[in-house]
């Protein structure tokens, strides 16, 4: 069974950092091409960040102009979100995402294999 859990979350201040994690199992990690998506509420979600089974190869929607970085440990079944000088329009829920295909990652409308249940993020004005 495969699971996909993020970590993370919480409140802070505009200005501020966080990280978010995404654990994986009962999946070859190393095959899956992964991303971070973000969503509020009567919204669409937005691609934040995606990367390549290597980690060579990242994908931006062009949303966060260089303040966050995604990475991957693909010896732990663990993505990440470095996320910095957060703005208070960046306040949604933050979901992991994963895929063998990259197209099928980070091409609208977003239909990956599997997601994660998200994990909320508030940045404080």
């Known amino acids: 069974q495969v699971q996909v859990v993020e970590s993370g979350g919480g409140l802070v201040q505009a200005g501020g950092s966080l990280r978010l994690s995404c654990t994986v199992s009962?999946?070859?990690?190393?095959?899956?091409?992964m991303g971070w998506f973000r969503q509020v509420p009567g919204k669409e979600r937005e691609m934040v960040l995606c990367?390549?089974?290597?980690?060579?190869?990242?994908s931006s929607a062009g949303v966060v102009e260089g303040r966050f970085t995604i990475s991957r440990d693909n010896s732990n079944n663990v993505l990440y979100l470095q996320m910095e000088r957060l703005k208070a329009q960046e306040t949604a829920m933050y979901y992991c995402?994963?895929?063998?295909?990259?197209?099928?990652?980070?091409?609208?409308?977003?239909?990956?294999?599997?997601w994660g249940q998200g994990t909320q993020v508030t940045v404080a004005s």
């Open positions: 990367i390549n089974v290597s980690g060579g190869y990242t």
């Open positions: 995402a994963a895929d063998r295909s990259w197209h099928a990652l980070t091409s609208s409308p977003y239909k990956p294999t599997y």
């Open positions: 009962g999946l070859t990690f190393g095959e899956y091409a």
